[in-house]
């Protein structure tokens, strides 16, 4: 999926616009509720820790979300602020246990290959004034 389809579903599924988040290569968007000063090498770091699929422990686990506000899923994970996005055509059968594994399948490849394509630093995202 290209990035620009991947931000433009991103926005529509976090709930809070302004939030600060960073996007990988695969469709796993890391959330970093405390922003420090450099959002690629922060989210790089956790998703380094919590990204990678290791069998027998929590990272294999896995939840799927059907979202209202965009067509696709998104894949929760053993880390609240790490989610993984995955698109409508990207699965066969589109049954929870189909559309995890792909999404963990996803998160993993982001873990070990750790390609940030997009960050938004949500503290400078323009308010609406009323």
Known sequence: METSALVDAWRR???NPH???VL???GTCVVLTEPGEDLRAQAV???REYGPV???TPAGDYGVVHPDTTE???VTGHHPDILT???PGA???ESDFAIGAQGRSQRHRDGTELRVVYAQDGRTVPTEET
Do not use: K, M
Request: aromatic share 16%.
């Open 85 to 87: 996005y995955v698109p």
């Open 72 to 74: 696709g899923w998104v």
């Open 91 to 93: 699965v066969a059968e």
């Open 19 to 21: 939030a600060t988040w």
């Open 54 to 56: 290791r069998a027998g």
């Open 24 to 26: 990988f290569e695969h």
């Open 13 to 15: 599924l976090l709930i």
């Open 45 to 47: 770091e956790l998703l």
